[in-house]
């Protein structure tokens, strides 16, 4: 069996992968990365978050990005029943990056994992992890190629990047289930012919559909725009019957905002669902590896947090695991798994408070404060290890009694 060296392992070309494995190249340390599928490759995730350019940067991907074209990100609009709430990037509280990109993801995870090629990294597509065995730090990963054959990778410390695939907590039996209640999308991408109809292309838009289902809607620069609706499962049962195509047109006609923007309109591809994709992990990180990204926790697609906690967490990853190769004491507790929860557990609560209605009422509140509103559009930006904004800070609290001030003024203000 043919047997590689390397210091570091990644498994995974996603944006978790692409970006510690380019850190970590630039450190001066060899770096391999497998990767199950073959790319380009579909994946959900398209609407990006500011913060996530900061990892983009560090990791030398920006100026390839840009040269693609993708569509400008520069905000995020909420919409229910005609009303609108509008949060643009540039009013965030927190100072940092004010727009981003929303992108086809087979064609942005391949533009990163193309960098990391020319950078000197390896990229193996179509090839599986079949078993990992550490003796303390030091691993020997079996892999298998798309040809059947198998190789042996031995290395200094591995980094999952795998997302779904979730290798090592798989292996290892380390996944356990999520606190947020299993949840269905239905999604497709469209041909948008009418998408003059609709104003600010530059923002994803959130419709609530009815209580617990919303509506993501993505415009994307080659004219396409992703839609897909997400709710309990319950809620897609009223449109069993037939195929995805027949029951994700009588979604769109059933939603009078967009009904008939997407009318008629070409399918770019038969819609797919995805299920009960919220799960996490009993730790991050042990001897010899690292997880980050969705491997951690997928959270819910709704505030867009996917690519941002997985470029973070793997810029984080890679600088800890450079010390570690140095020779330098690392503290994963704290250097680690303590500030990512803190990144997840903020993401977390507004994904809870948006499904049980306390963030329609922040909302769609009129006249809001302009400062609280900064500070939740930080929030929705990305930037959720801000400790010194207190909707991060006290994210699940601080939410919880501005809904309820909210409730009560609107009660004594009623003539």
């Known amino acids: 069996m043919k047997t590689e060296q390397a210091d570091v392992l990644v498994i995974g070309a996603g944006p978790a992968g692409t970006v510690a494995a380019s850190i970590i190249h630039k450190a001066g340390y060899k770096v391999t990365v497998v990767e199950k599928m073959k790319f380009p490759r579909f994946v959900i995730g398209e609407s990006l978050l500011p913060r996530c350019m900061e990892a983009l940067e560090e990791a030398g991907f920006l100026e390839a990005v840009k040269a693609k074209g993708f569509q400008d990100k520069g905000g995020a609009k909420f919409v229910k029943n005609g009303k609108i709430c ?89 996944d356990k289930p999520s606190s947020l209640e299993p949840r269905k999308a239905m999604f497709a991408h469209v041909a948008d012919e ?28 080659n004219g396409n725009t992703s839609v897909g609706f997400v709710g309990n499962p319950a809620f897609f049962k009223k449109f069993e019957g037939g195929s995805n195509e027949e029951q994700f047109r009588a979604h769109i006609a059933s939603q009078p905002y967009f009904s008939e923007r997407f009318k008629d309109a070409q399918l770019i591809f038969e819609p797919r669902i995805l299920k009960s994709w919220s799960t996490t992990t009993e730790k991050f990180y042990g001897d010899g590896f690292v997880l980050t990204g969705n491997v951690t926790e997928f959270l819910d697609p ?11 967490s793997s810029q984080k990853a890679a600088k800890l695991v450079i010390k570690k190769l140095k020779g330098e004491a690392v503290d994963w507790d704290e250097e680690y798994t303590k500030p990512m ?38 929030v929705l930006a990305g930037y959720v290890w801000d400790l010194d904004n207190p909707y991060v800070k006290d994210h699940d609290t601080a939410l919880k009694k501005l809904a309820n001030t909210i409730t009560i003024r609107d009660i004594f203000s009623k003539p």
């Open 302 to 312: 709704v505030f867009s947090s996917g690519v941002t906690l997985a470029t973070v």
């Open 341 to 378: 929860m803190q990144g997840v557990n903020t993401f977390r609560s507004y994904v809870m408070r948006w499904y049980d209605g306390t963030l329609d009422t922040i909302f769609f509140a009129d006249n809001q404060d302009p400062l609280i509103k900064s500070m939740i559009c930080s």
């Open 86 to 174: 509008d949060y643009s990037f540039a009013d965030q509280y927190t100072k940092g990056w004010t727009w981003t990109w929303q992108v086809p993801r087979a064609e942005f995870d391949k533009i990163l994992a193309d960098e990391v090629e020319k950078m000197g990294v390896p990229v193996s597509y179509e090839t599986t992890v079949t078993a990992i065995e550490f003796n303390g730090a030091d691993s020997t990963t079996t892999v298998e190629y798309a040809n059947g054959e198998k190789a042996q990778i031995k290395a200094r410390f591995i980094i999952d990047g795998s997302g779904y695939g979730r290798v090592i907590p798989r292996l290892f039996k380390m």
């Open 194 to 221: 009418k998408r003059a109809m609709a104003d600010e292309p530059n923002r994803i838009t959130i419709i609530v559909h009815e209580f617990g289902v919303w509506i993501w809607v993505i415009p994307f620069s």
